[in-house]
């Protein structure tokens, strides 16, 4: 079957190859013909099975006679090899027989005829059993023939729809199809505009430029650095199911260097000028370009759009980024051996979201701290911003001032509350503080070393009242601790007012996380007047995928295919109903990441963890780089 569609370029004339329509014309073409000869083969064994059905009958039909005639008294001359019985025909409708002769019995003794009622009435109702089974098959065959029928026309209903498709431009005419479902047969020309092809080529060739430009900025930045050597290797922590965040969570004495309470006063009421200018004064083509970001991205939602391969992905080495990311998230250093999830950049519908570049990063936030607040998904976003900002390249500029904000691993520790670390070029602080449930955590009995802990739910965390005016930008993140089984095995006894809680409805699960959501939002977003500059985000759930079973009972997220479940997020709201609803009417914003993120389950450690327990997939954390950078690039586009 030869078949060949063109589409016409009007302004030069000229007949351009449209691989991709032919492709699907084709394949569209080849599954109906294979429908059509599967229907073929299903009739022509039907209408063996029918010649079968009929020679069978007939058989034993013969059979059936034959065993009457067995008796030297009874003479059937057709069926018998007698004259005395005739039965010319057997045609037309099949159930009409015409009998032309009586079936009779002789008496040897008296030579007289007697008619033997009982055999005549075996005989016919023999034949009427043939009769009704050949009625059946005629039926059956009707029913075959109506199918086929029917089959052909859907398959051609089908073929002319999905063609339609293909073809819903007014400058595409496909006149005919027809003839034998598998044959189309073009005979006029097809056209198609090409301008929105070149417009989209020429936005890819200015987002490679931009990329190439930004790569040797980025270079420059990086052979400016000082040589000097300084190595805080903070990546081999063990999380564990009662990461506890300690008695009040602060030290007795949190030393501030450099900063007392006159110069925090002064930052504070000098931010709303630095927000006005989000680049340095000297940059005028920096500050312009950023006031062009800014117009392009007003009212957009970034959480709507689609993933795409960018073959310049991932921003930082897996294998190279030691000293910020922890290892057991490094899944280049793991067994697993597929890394197309590297490969792929979020790309939002309705505005172009800015590339991400570490020089960019620093300069939008000069003078400025940065603080996640969250659990380990939040600790994942803090490291995967590290190995951005850094390329994933050591720095031994870059300074640790964890002692700033009371970030000490103290006795008998795993590891510390938190991370602090400061680049020096531009004063730009990026700190991390565990806190899992988002609550203000304080021992019921400090005496007593096994103390259950009161869970303040209408409290923020002590490190959080206490160094919020110290912050420029602040994340926070909760969810995946609110479980029964967690608060048990944390010894966390929620509290409200002071006193433990006594409110049936708080005492639910998602009641207490609901109500502590909506608690913390309120709080920051009643403090955001006092600190004008401070900008707020409540990142919306990230989620999990176990499938056929839940972390303990066998569940598992095998999948290493990216994409599998879909590319793109059409909807508007956000997946997490709550933290919307929470951030709903205050300053706060989400930073909503839901629906993304639901797309990446081939993202995940999975079974590729190097500290997990036999039979236990983590289907929760990421593999790094991976999903979290594009929850940076988002927070990036919207500062």
């Known amino acids: 079957m030869l078949l060949q569609i063109t589409y016409q370029d009007k302004a030069t004339q000229t007949d351009i190859i449209e691989d991709d329509t032919l492709e699907k014309i084709f394949k569209t073409l080849t599954t109906l013909s294979m429908k059509v000869d599967s229907m073929s083969s299903e009739i022509e064994k039907q209408k063996t099975n029918e010649a079968k059905l009929k020679s069978e009958s007939t058989n034993q039909l013969t059979r059936q006679c034959t065993e009457l005639c067995r008796s030297e008294d009874i003479k059937i001359p057709e069926l018998c090899r007698s004259e005395d019985i005739k039965i010319l025909e057997l045609e037309g409708d099949v159930g009409i027989l015409r009998k032309t002769h009586n079936i009779t019995y002789q008496d040897k003794a008296t030579q007289t005829d007697i008619i033997e009622d009982d055999t005549l009435e075996k005989i016919f109702k023999t034949l ?21 029928v029917k089959l052909k026309s859907e398959a051609t209903n089908q073929l002319t729809q999905q063609c339609a498709d293909l073809c819903r431009s007014k400058d595409i005419k496909i006149p005919e199809l027809e003839g034998d479902v598998g044959i189309l047969r073009k005979t006029y020309n097809v056209y198609q505009s090409t301008s929105a092809d070149f417009k989209v080529k020429d936005e890819e060739v200015l987002r490679e430029r931009n990329r190439v430009e930004k790569s040797e900025e980025n270079m420059k930045f990086k052979s400016a650095i000082s040589n000097s050597f300084m190595k805080d290797n903070v990546t081999e922590e063990l999380i564990t199911n009662t990461e506890i965040e300690g008695n009040a969570g602060i030290p007795a004495k949190v030393p501030q260097k450099g900063e007392d309470l006159k110069a925090l006063e002064l930052k504070n009421s000098s931010r709303d000028q630095e927000n ?23 009212g957009c939602n970034s959480a709507k759009g689609r993933w795409v391969t960018d073959d310049s992905r991932p921003l930082y080495s897996g294998s190279g980024c030691k000293r910020w990311l922890s290892s057991m998230w490094a899944c280049r250093l793991t067994q697993r051996m597929d890394f197309e999830y590297e490969k792929l950049r979020w790309r939002p519908r309705d505005c172009e979201m800015e590339d991400f570049t570490g020089v960019k990063f620093l300069k939008r936030m000069e003078n400025k701290t940065l ?21 994933g390249e050591d720095r031994p500029d870059v300074l640790d001032v964890g002692r700033e904000y009371g970030l000490v691993k103290a006795r008998h520790a795993v590891r510390p509350d938190g991370w602090a670390y400061r680049f020096p ?19 019921i009995n400090a005496s007593n070393p096994v103390t259950d802990y009161a869970m303040h739910l209408d409290c923020p965390p002590a490190f959080l009242s206490r160094f919020l005016p110290r912050f420029d930008v602040l994340v926070l993140n909760t969810g995946h601790h609110w479980s029964r089984g967690k608060l048990n095995a944390n010894r966390w006894v929620m509290y409200v007012d002071g006193v433990p809680n006594m409110d049936m409805k708080i005492a639910d699960i998602d009641g207490a996380k609901n109500f502590t959501i909506h608690n913390i939002i309120k709080w920051v977003d009643s403090q955001l007047p006092k600190y004008p500059g401070l900008k707020a985000f409540y990142r919306s759930i990230s989620p999990r995928h176990f499938f056929n079973g839940d972390w303990n009972t066998g569940g598992t997220c095998d999948n290493t295919t990216p994409l ?25 914003k989400l930073l909503d990441i839901t629906a993304l993120s639901q797309l990446r389950d081939e993202g995940h450690i999975s079974r590729y963890s190097i500290k997990s327990t036999p039979g236990v997939q983590d289907c929760l954390h990421w593999c790094l780089p991976g999903v979290p950078d594009t929850w940076n690039e988002i927070l990036f586009a919207q500062l």
């Not at 043939?130 to 086929?148: A, H």
């Not at 070029?425 to 021992?443: K, M, V």
Request: with cysteine; net charge negative.
């Open 128 to 148: 009427t059993t043939f009769s009704m089974k050949v009625d059946s098959m005629g039926n059956e065959m009707e029913k075959l023939k109506t199918n086929e």
């Open 276 to 298: 006005e200018v989000t680049a340095p004064v000297n940059s005028a083509g920096g500050a312009a370009e950023n006031m062009i970001s800014t117009l392009k991205n007003h």
């Open 371 to 391: 603080a996640f607040v969250g659990d380990s998904l939040g600790r994942q976003q803090f490291q995967s911003l590290m190995c951005m900002i850094t390329g």
């Open 425 to 443: 070029s531009t004063q730009t602080t990026i700190l991390y503080y565990w806190s899992a449930s988002l609550c203000n955590l304080t021992p």
């Open 564 to 588: 599998s479940g879909g590319k793109e997020v059409l909807q508007d709201e956000s997946s997490d109903a709550g933290a919307a609803g929470a951030v709903k009417g205050t300053a706060v």
